[in-house]
Every structure is written in structure tokens, then in C-alpha cells.
């Protein structure tokens, strides 16, 4: 678990310490009680953003869309419905509830195509055609909305006034309790990687795009409860509530709370719910005042009010890890699976515009061996490992793993095959420790769902367990233990390149590019990748290696291949491509 | 001595790319520094030009100017000129445009004569002042980019890999290009990959190994040293 993750699962006692405080003290005050529970309901809303913004990366400006879905829903179907008041409003909570989950999904893969700016304005948008719809549609009462909405009735229990406050409340902290399960679960390693790094995480196995998707889905959800509960509370829907300034009230509770987890926005969420009440009068300069808060933390603190709270934190105690016996020379390794070369390559071909980068190259590598790939700057050895790895597309050609056909794979999928690689320039996930990045190294050897994170089932709890020992696992191989707990953006050089080849090959790939190793390595890290490579290649791995490094490369190379201009020129042992002219000239130029 | 390095130590951050570099240029000289990938080749241009690189310890003198407490503006005014890698032009402007941002004077007729001067050197950008940078073709543009650093007056020219992805007629016209420069009295450092065709116009070259200078020499004497060929290919580098 992060630091910030333990931060923000202690801190959220605290906060439901201080909602039930409050809840006592506004026992006789009903403007208390109101502003509690629109903070309640907006905290909902707040924390799928959170996770969206502070844990996927993403942003939305157009969560209001999602808040009237689920207003509309619980307005429209229960003023339409004559059923009994205990199903009523459950029923078209669900059904809102379930109809927003799908337009996230709709919304998330939309998402896809956009970054930055544009992927704000294209969620702005949907805000807005939101907006449109709610105002419009005649079913949903127009530019009037629908009043007389029932309130949720359970037995003698009616939720609203102070009631509705400890209704919204215990929903809004079970959701809290849920997304934490969430972030600490399988799901919630996966956000921290793609937000860290989104390439890093794909070529680990984790399907980047199908989790940014599930953020939109998720955030979407939440929107649509806060809805349903804020339809409920109000008793009134009218469109001119649920527009763009909504949104942009809801962006405001995570900046100022801070994005990420949920204390921040639940503090963010309590700050505005406060202060749009108490503030009422103050119309327009209450409008003045958020834009000056909201400036004042984005340069000041930010990480929000919860940034400030976790640096007063510090770091929290953690629980003692296991000692595991050091077994540096012993490497698990899945066997291939059988049926063909472990890795096959076929008339590859790949183009930038008129640039040819790879041309027609062929080879097969023979399980169990090390390859060398070496070749002058801008020869195209990345442009191939991207194309064997899926990232990129290849313009002709066959890419086989183990007898599958993988060309056009998406770089997650090639990598669940057993298919392990490092980059060029290390990378690795900075604001994750050590041992966090190997954990994530080993996702794809996980096992469990999304519903065993969201309640922490056993089956989820296991996983994490299998993965953090694995993870130290690998980290004792590699003799990296001390390091477990450094941040990886506070690693020497050196180290650096070991994190990764441990993280690459936490789930015991059984094929493994590695790209320039070596590469700012002194000469005594360079002998201990030596023996780390060729231990790897002893315990059955088979490895392709881009590297510079000539002499490390003649030296532990089974087989060297020489690319230049894209194609490959030479292809044989070590001592035989060092002296072929075509390899010296490719490298030392000729005199004319 | 025109530019004189010594004993620099410099690298990104943590990591130290240069361990202790000598080497000198002479004004009007042409200097090679090869070496194979990683060796710290581009590090100690961007070092000498100032640019991203953190200097632990050494000097860089040039023309008598102190260049580790100039800035890379300084610099190009002291007549210190880089072309980075990858040509670095301004593609979205015009080739006029951007030979004229190369000039380091702001008088007018000075840019005029000067730009004139580079057009007669490069008679094919000539007759392509108002076509875009980026419609050029690779030999058009490192001419391009050789002509905008020509604009500031240099003294000496640093190259980084002019040859990367030319033909082999257009690395001989840049390095015809470069020979009537260093004619001129010009300076030339130059980052090559093809050794064996730097050494036909450089008069001495430094081969760069793991960020250290392991063989000097004048071109001719390295031509002739098969452990050149060693520090590329691996191999042993005992044979003397």
C-alpha cells in the first residue's frame, strides 16, 4: 500500500469521527443539517472525481452530466412509479445508478482519443449536451424539472431534513470505504501505475485502456448516486442546478481537497457543501472567493487541504515486512508455452511517413539463448522491440510468440503471454517505491476481480499478499532489498536499471527484451548485470538485448545480430559478426 | 588555443557521463571526437555549449573566455556555435526565416551581408528562401542548419553527427562544406559516427570510450590504429 493510501485509509476514521460530531451538533439547527448533507451529497460525486483525477489521471469537466442522470432518474421514475415508498426510490437509484455506469463507459472510451486539453473540453462538452438534454426534454419537465419528488420512505423512517443528513453520510463513507478497498486492491496498483507511467504499465500487462475506462465507469457511478440521493433530499429537479457550474463545482472539491483517494474529497466536498449554504447571500462574491481559494492552492498547496494534512502526517509507520531467506542465484522461470520459437519474427516492415525504420527483417530466437541486437544510432532496434511488444504499429510483417500469431496485439495482451521488457531510458514508476514498482511488475500473475477489490474479499487480499511476496521475491534475487522502501525518482543511476529488470521480470516472463542495459552503468554495476543477464538466460529465459556496450555484449552473447538503416545485415556468434566488413563499416563508416 | 577542455567532469543529474576530458582546438583546425554510442560524444557538446548538462569539475575555456560561468548565449556571442543533433530548425518557418534567426547581431545591414554570404555557400538554399524548413530535403536541411549557426559568426562550428540519415554524396558535399569553412579560418569540433570518413578531413580526432578519451592522435595515426576498431566492436584494445 502507498504512503498516501495509508494516509488517506487512516485519516478517514477521523473524518466519519468528525460527521457524527457535526451530525450531534446540528441536531437542532436545520441549516446546519442541510449544508451537512449537501456536503454529503457532493462528497459522493467528489470522490469518484477524485479517483478519476488523482489516481487514473484523467479529468472530467462534465461530472454534472452524471449527477442529473441520477437526479432525473430517482425524479422522473418515482413521480411516474406507484410503487411502495421503501423500493421506490432504491429502484430508480439503481436503474440511474446503472444508466450513468454505462454512459461513464460510454464517456471513458471516448476518452481514449484525447489528452490534456482536449480530453477537458470533450468531457466539458458532454457537460454541456447533458445540460442541453435535461433542459429540453419534455419527459423530464423541461426548463421547469420535476417537483413532488416522494422522499424514501423505510417503515416509519422518512429520509429528510436531519435524518436524510445520517443517510447521505453513511453513504457517503461506505463509498468512501469501498473505493479505498478499491485503490488498494489490484485495480487501485493498476491506476497508480498507468498514472505514474502509461506505456511503463501496459508493457507489465495491465490494460491501460480498459482501467482508464473503468475510472470514467466509476467516477460516473458515484455521480449517479449523489444524484439519486440529491432528489431525494431536494424533493425538486430543475436543469439550471445540474449544469456546467456544477461540474466545475465538483472539480473545485477535489482541487481544493485534494485529488486522489477520498479524504481529500470528502474535505473538499465539506468545504463547499459549507460554504455554498453559509454563503448563500454572498451570491457573487462567494464566486470571487472560489476562484481566489482555487488559485491560491494550485500555486500554494498543490496537493489540496489533504496534501497539507498528509505532509503534517509524515510518514506512517509500517508494518513489518517479512524476512525472506536471500535466494539471489534462484529464478522461477514458466516454461514456454510449447509449439513453436519462443519468439519468431517474419518480414517485419515499419514506416514513419517515407521513412522506412525496420525493412523486411526476419529471425527466430532459439529458447534458453541470449541475443544480442546491436546496430549504430537510429539503426531501428527500438522501433522493433516496440513493434514486437505491440507498441506502434508494424506496417508488414508477422510478429509469433510461442506459436501465436501476435501482430496487432495491444502491448498488455503480448505481455500476458509471459513477455517481459525494459526501455531504454528506465520507466519506471517515480512516485512509487521499489518495491511497489516490482509489485506491479508482477500484475499480471494476480488473480482477482474487481467486485473481490471493492469489498476486500479474501480472494483480494490473497492477491496482494502473493504479489508483495513475489515482488520481495525478486527483490532479494537482485540483492535489492535495502532499497524496497526508496522512492524510485530518488534512485541512483544504477540502481534504476536493476529496479526495472527486476520489476520486468517480477512475473517470471519467459521471453525478455531488454533495451540497453547498460547504458551510464560504472564498471562494477556493468559485471553485476553480466551475471544478472546470464542468470536469467541459465534458469531457461530466453532474452533479446539492445546494448552499446560491445564488450559486454561479445561477452555473454550467444548469437549477435547487427541491424543498420532497419535492416539486418549480420547474423551470427560473437566473433564471427565482429569481423565481418559489413559490420565494420556499419559501425566505423568507410573512407569514401 | 581557441576552445581548451580540461579534466571535465560533467554529466545529467546523478550521473556522471564524462570522466575527465582533455582536448584542445586549435583556431582554423578541424577535430573529430568519435567514438562508439553512450561514449559521452553529444554530453560534451552540450557540455561545452552549456545546455542541460551538470559539470562536477575541469575547465572550458574558450578564446581566452571562462564558458563554465557563460551561459550558451554568451557563448555564441564569444563565436562558440553548436548544431545540435537533428538539425534543430525552426521547420514551420521559412528558410529565409530561419537563417535570419541565426544572425546574433540585430543591425539590419549586417543580417543582410551575412545572409548573402551564406546563400553564395548554399547555393541550393538559395533558391528555396520562402519554401518551409520542414519541405526540405535531410541534406537541404543540415545546410540549413549549418548556414543559421554560419549567421552568428562563428569561430568555431560544432557538429553533431552532420551525416545521420544522408546519402553518401550528401556527407561528402556537408564534409566539402565543412573543409571550405575550416579554409576560411573556422573552426571545426565535430561528433561523427563514420569514423573511417571523418578521419579522410579531420587533422586530429579524440576517440571517446565510456566517457573517457581513450586514443588521440591525428587522423592519420588513428586511421592506421586498429584498436579504433576495438573500442567500437569489443575486442581486445592490448594490440599496439
New interface residues.
Partial sequence: MSARLRADTRTLPVLALIVVAFGVLAAGNPTLAQAGTYAAIFALAAIGLSLLMGNVNQISLGQAGFFGIGAYAVAALTTAWNLPPWLSWPLAALIGIVTATLVGLGLGFIALRFRGHYLAMATLTFGLICAGIFHEAKFLGGAIGIEDIPYPRFGALTISGYPAYWFAWILALATALLTLNLLRGRSGRAFEAIRNDELAAEVLGVPTRRYKILGFAYAGALAGLGGAVYAAFLGIVVPDAIGVQLSISLLLMVVLGGSGGVSGALIGAALIGFLDITGHQFENTREVVYGLLVILVVSAAPGGAFGLIRARLGAAPRAPQPALPATRSVTRTIPAPAGGAPLAVSHLTTRFGGLVAVNDVSFELTRGTLTALIG???AGKTTLFNAISGIGNLSEGRVTIAGIDVTGWQPHRVAALGVGRTFQNARLFGEMTVLENVVAGAFRTERTSFGADLFALPSARHAERAAGDRARHTLARLGLEPLASTLAKDL??GDRRRVELARATASDPWLLLVD?PA??LNAGERAALTTDLLSLRDAGMTLLLIE????L???ISDRVMVLKFGTLIADGA?DTV?DDPA??AA?????? | MLLDVRELHAGY???E?LRGISLHVEAGEMVAVLG???AGKSTLLRTISRLETNVRSGAIVFDGHDLLRASTVAGVGYGCLHVPEGRQLFTELSVDDNIRLGAFSGDRKTIDADAAAVYERFPALAGRKSQSAFSLSGGEQQMLAIGRALMARPRMLMLD?PS??LA?QIVAAIFEILAGLKRSGTAVLIV?????????HADRAYVLENGEIALSGTAAQLNADPR??AI????STDET
Avoid: I, K, W
Avoid at chain 2, 192 to 200: D, G, I, P, R
Fill in positions: 549504430p544510432n537510429g541512483a543511476f540497453e547504458a551510464g552499446h556496450d560491445m564488450r555484449v561479445m561477452s560473437a565482429r559490420v565494420v559501425y566505423l563508416g568507410t573512407a569514401n | 543529474g546523478e550521473l557521463v562508439p554510442n553512450g553527427e545521420t540519415g553518401p561523427e559516427q563514420n569514423a573511417y570518413l571523418t578521419l579522410q579504433v576498431r567500437y566492436l569489443g575486442g
